[in-house]
């Protein structure tokens, strides 16, 4: 069965029953391919919210006891599930989120290879030990769950980023609460009730719904150990300062600037198909978009060709297998991205495609956004500034590689970047030099996959452990050293006042 996509008042996740809140505020979740309502998503009561925190303390002290064996289980029949339900949730996500179907199952894919990861969770949790710190004594350390965490993400990846957290925190032996986006809440629904068929104890997980007021319950209860953030840089600092003032773990994901490098020597064709669906993919709307490409001496030669590749491309309705990618997630937001265009032009960039005023057969209320490209962007400009979020990529030129590294270094943000060339001594130069977090040779968007971390730097990421790898471990867990002797020879009989260790 599939309840949360056929109930219009989407349910909560609370104390282990898919539950109508009883709030009398509810969210509009639109189609925004139609901008239809499809379902509407309730702003959690503080009573509600009190008993979630309550019930994930009480459930926590079961589930800690619970062997690791059990609990990595759980993750194998949960990734078992989701493969499963693959297209299924594929489908939800799109029609909420306006994805092409197979950008959905993408989304789709890359959560479930966290959940791959976590059934993997007993060898990340080992300790380290040694014997014989002094005469007849050992150390070892074992890795222990906090207690309850907590979630809150984007709209942009409404399976992948949840994901990123509830799994690996649930397998280290901790309960969660996730706060999903209140404009894309039935795929997640959909993944906390596959998490139950999967096994998983009641009140492990609970999903609330709402914004900045159920966020601040989070932030603020004194019974929630760390806190997971993914979304945009105001609220990420936000989430950030009041949950570490709060003296909570936080780990807060955040918005990104993220440009390509071209060299001369690249191979152009690789070039134009890297950039058009790193900029254009998705609407525009990841975290690891390429929204600036660099061209380095003579590579700028190729933009009229990088604009007719890009000239192609068009939106369209999430089924619709001609489309390369869906609307902007809201009229709001497509609003905003349409303005930063105009500021874009008003500022003196060359608006080489201009995607404002885009239409789709058969859809006339989407929130569509055409292809867009601008050439001569300098860092002044706001297009340059701000993550624009949509479909729109700025064209940059530099003389040399080293101006390059400079410009990106000069950037707040340091999410992900990209260089294209044939040259090892220039990929090697700028992998090392480059102040980035996840860095692609060849490779437009390098997202790691969940053995390695998703290593976001600067302005990109607040914190200190990032998601998934072993530092979700470290994350969502404490250390604990236990040193002891167990006397097998005569035992000196004499109180020792020093601190070292006898
Ligand atoms: P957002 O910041 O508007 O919302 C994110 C979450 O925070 C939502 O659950 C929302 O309900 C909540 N929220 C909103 N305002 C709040 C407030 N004032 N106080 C407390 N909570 C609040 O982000 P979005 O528009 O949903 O997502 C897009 C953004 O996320 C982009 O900036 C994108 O770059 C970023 N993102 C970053 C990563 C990363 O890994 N660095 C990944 C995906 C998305």
Redesign the pocket.
Known sequence: TNRAFNMKNVPLYLAGEFVQSQTQEWIDVTDPATNEVIAKAPCTTPTEMEQAIKYAGEVFKTWKETPVSERARVMMRYQALLKEHHDEIAEILSQETGKTFEDAKGDVWRGIEVVEHAGNVASLMMGETVENVAREVDTHSWIQPLGVCAG??????PAM?PLWMFPMAIACGNTFIL?????DPLTPMRLAELFEEAGAPKGVLQVVH???EQ??VL?TDPAIRAVS????????R??YETGTRNMKRVQS????KNHMVIMPDADKQQVINALVGASVGAAG????AISVAVFVGEAQQWIPELKEAMAKVRPGAWNDSGASYGPI?SAK?KDRVESLIATGEAQGANLLLDGRGCTVDGLPDGNWVGPTLFSGVTTKMDIYNE?I?GPVLSCMETDSLGEAIELINNSPYG?GTSIFTSSGGCARRFQHEIDVGQVGVNIPIPVPLPFFS?T?WKG??YGDQH?YGKQAVRFYTETKTVTSRWFSSEASTEANFSIQLR
């Open positions: 809150i993400t984007p709209f942009n990846f980023i706060k999903p986006s209140e404009q709402g914004g900045k966020v601040d932030l953030f993914v979304g945009s840089v105001p609220v990420g936000y989430i994901f955040a918005g990104a709307q990841r975290c690891m997630i937001a993550e979020f999410n998703f976001g990109s990421f998601a």
